[in-house]
């Protein structure tokens, strides 16, 4: 097992339970049955199993963190979609590296200060040895004082995959 030296934080039980009535763009849950599999779960950060009950919602990570926290992301305020189970799960299970660590993805991971405000960014292409490659990105984000979370996205999708705060 190859161990992180970050915790990748999945969608939040509560916010997942509002997410299964309606999304943070206003739209209501609408649950189907996987036929491919594959698909990126944000509860529990693993591939979805061909037949599962899931949905794709629209989430706004950075506008629940800043309720959390009482910070002001103004403009910098994004949602986007996002794979869920359409029931409650177990959420994440212990695993190896970080989710959806697949090499040669793009992944931009984008740098937040404690006002929601972003203090940087940078392209990650997910290297043969990734969870050595995420560790030296997270190094690096962290190592500005400012930064207190990163947002891991998808970049051909601008989709969040998880979190990362600092310890």
Known sequence: MTS???????????????LRDTDDAGRPCVPYTDTEGGAPLRCCLRPSGIGERIAL??????????????????AYDEQGPVFIHAEECEGPREQDGYPF???????????YDAEGHIAGGR?????????????????????????????VRAVEYGCFHFEVRRL
């Open 101 to 111: 660590a697949h090499p040669g993805a793009l992944r931009t991971l984008r740098r």
């Open 57 to 74: 919602v629209s989430y706004a990570p950075l506008r629940r963190w800043a309720a959390e926290t009482w910070a002001k992301p103004g």
């Open 123 to 151: 392209l990650l292409e997910i290297p043969e040895a990734a969870t050595e490659g995420f560790d030296a990105a997270f190094a690096e984000a962290f190592a500005g004082p400012e930064v207190v979370l990163v947002h």
């Open 4 to 18: 992180t030296l970050w915790t990748a934080r999945p969608i939040q039980p509560a916010a997942l339970k509002q």
